[in-house]
């Protein structure tokens, strides 16, 4: 089955490897928003594992926009648009995000 959460909108996903497991990245915003619009200004970098690319399990989110109080100025502190991950091994991974305020490698 394709990974599906009941209580959140999943979009604009990619993938790494790591020995025997997919892990996946994922855009993500709660549905109780309820206007699907609404997700791209309350985004989060969701991210679960596989190994049979069917039954996942979800592990905590990658990554959250910064806090505009705490960091008015971080280039994430509107939303988080989009990502890719370039590596062999997730241990010693690039992530690239793209946010509202410009693009960040991490």
Known sequence: MALHLEDKWVWDFW???ESEDYHIFYLQASRA???PDMRHWNVSIGHAV????RQWRILPDALHPSDPAIEPEAFDNHTTWT???SS???A??????????GPKMV
Request: contains cysteine.
């Open 50 to 53: 596989s190994r049979d690319l």
């Open 15 to 17: 993938f790494a490897v």
């Open 83 to 85: 990502g890719a991950v």
């Open 92 to 101: 010693c991974g690039i992530c690239s995000i793209q946010a509202a305020n």
């Open 33 to 35: 928003l309820e206007n």
């Open 88 to 90: 062999d091994t997730i």
